[in-house]
């Protein structure tokens, strides 16, 4: 399976803003904007100059794509599936990012970034309505319960993530229950309680050239 090897903070200083792809590493001084806020390569900081209005399109979507660690195709392909989709293209298009399990998982606070939930939903650590699933791009729904498998609970990045998050704000689309290792997907994710800060309609008219 193809995926990014590269340092994933030259990500975030490519965009110019943190996509937080490293956890608490990004609310650190450690973080590579805070430290480093220049596009990466050898002639970063002498870059200099407006975009075009292609170039702001493009990197609106790869903003996007940076922050929900999607690769290039399978972006295509969520896109084409939000144009088939009544409502508004772009906020669809959030709307299935959202709903993938990896994301599912880092915003349940069972991981510390999305990277980190992408392996722990690999290596077979969660059930999805009673069933482990192993597939980061699995599509929740409203009413999916999502649980950690009972070996699972005392591994360290789940516990420590756990503690980390329990203070973070959980979207309103996610329900925790009584036991912290049992959640619930209660609603579709609306663009209206998400926290990112993108400009979906430039996205559309990327793709609509």
Request: glycine share 6%; proline share 1%.
């Given at each position: 399976m193809a995926r990014y090897t590269e340092a994933v903070c030259r990500k975030c200083r490519r965009e110019g803003m943190k996509l937080f792809l490293k956890g608490e590493r990004c609310l650190s001084p450690k973080c590579a904007i805070e430290k480093r806020n220049i596009i990466p390569g050898q002639h970063g900081h002498t870059k200099k100059g407006k975009l075009s209005e292609y170039g702001i399109q493009l990197r609106e979507k790869q903003k996007l794509r940076g922050i929900y660690g999607v690769l290039e195709k399978q972006f295509e392909n969520y896109y084409e599936k939000a144009v088939r989709q009544k409502g508004v293209?772009?906020?669809?298009?959030?709307?299935?990012?959202?709903?993938?399990?990896?994301?599912?998982?880092?915003?349940?606070?069972?991981?510390?970034?999305?990277?980190?939930?992408?392996?722990?939903?690999?290596?077979?650590?969660?059930?999805?309505?009673?069933?482990?699933?192993?597939?980061?791009?699995?599509?929740?729904?409203?009413?999916?319960?999502?649980?950690?498998?009972?070996?699972?609970?005392?591994?360290?990045p789940i516990k420590a993530a756990i503690e980390v998050c329990k203070e973070r704000p959980l979207p309103a689309w996610l329900q925790r229950g009584d036991e912290v290792f049992k959640s619930r997907v209660i609603a579709e994710p609306t663009r209206e309680n998400l926290d990112i800060v993108i400009d979906d309609s430039l996205i559309t008219e990327y793709y609509s050239r």
């Open positions: 293209t772009g906020e669809n298009l959030i709307r299935l990012l959202e709903r993938r399990l990896d994301n599912v998982i880092y915003r349940l606070g069972y991981a510390l970034s999305r990277v980190e939930a992408r392996q722990l939903v690999s290596h077979r650590h969660f059930k999805v309505n009673g069933r482990i699933v192993n597939i980061p791009s699995y599509l929740t729904k409203a009413g999916d319960e999502i649980e950690v498998i009972e070996k699972s609970k005392d591994i360290v």
